[in-house]
């Protein structure tokens, strides 16, 4: 008897399946997708010092690493102010060097990084001028949480209202008296982080000179995707 309901059971689930399999798609169903976009100021200077030492032993490579860090961070972090200027070490390498087909240890390499970023875009480029033990590696620009938060709402509010007027428009327009939403998707895309102003390689400062920086410009868009189903 467990068996034979068992079937039964295996059965009826094999025809529902194929029976909506058969079913047609749904009728006066419109796919939409529109986007919106906004022009946002960066907030956020972003600051990467580099130190390069090599010598003929680890420890020496390292001491001296050490010194050039330890010299930056002393200019640093009497400037400090959470959220408008934070300073924090970066990467930290060291390897040998090889002699030709990977001979024998001939010498020592490493580097050190240190990363000066906020809000404080005037602090942030005179702390770059008073640094001298480290050279500038990088310098860009994002935009902070709290300005990506208040201008996604925004953004966002935005293209709603763009797809709700698509869809409004689409059912005067096939002489429907409206529509009803079935499915949608909001998204919204930021300025990549760190967004390179310059790029430089061991570059020179003049002592106590100020980096100079400009805040620049990034696009905050939104995307609404989704159907809509026309009614009469």
Known sequence: MF???????????????????????????????TSASVEVTKDLLHITFTATREGPDAQSVQAALKQALDAALAQAKPVQKPG????????????????????AITGWQGSAELVAEGRDMTGIAQLAGRIQSMSIARVGQSLS???REKVEGEVSAQAIGRFRAQAAEMARAFGYAGYTLREVTVGTNEPPPHVPVMRMQAMAKAEDAALP?????????????????LNK
């Open 84 to 103: 408008q200027i934070d300073v924090r070490t970066g990467n930290f390498s060291l390897y040998p060097r090889h002699a030709p087909k990977g001979g």
């Open 3 to 33: 068996v034979n309901r068992y079937a039964a059971l295996v059965f009826v689930s094999l025809s529902a399946a194929a029976t909506a399999q058969t079913l047609p798609p749904p009728a006066h169903v419109v796919n939409l997708n």
């Open 145 to 147: 949480r709290e300005a």
């Open 213 to 229: 920086v400009e805040a620049g410009q990034g696009v905050v868009s939104a995307t609404v995707s989704g159907s809509v189903t």
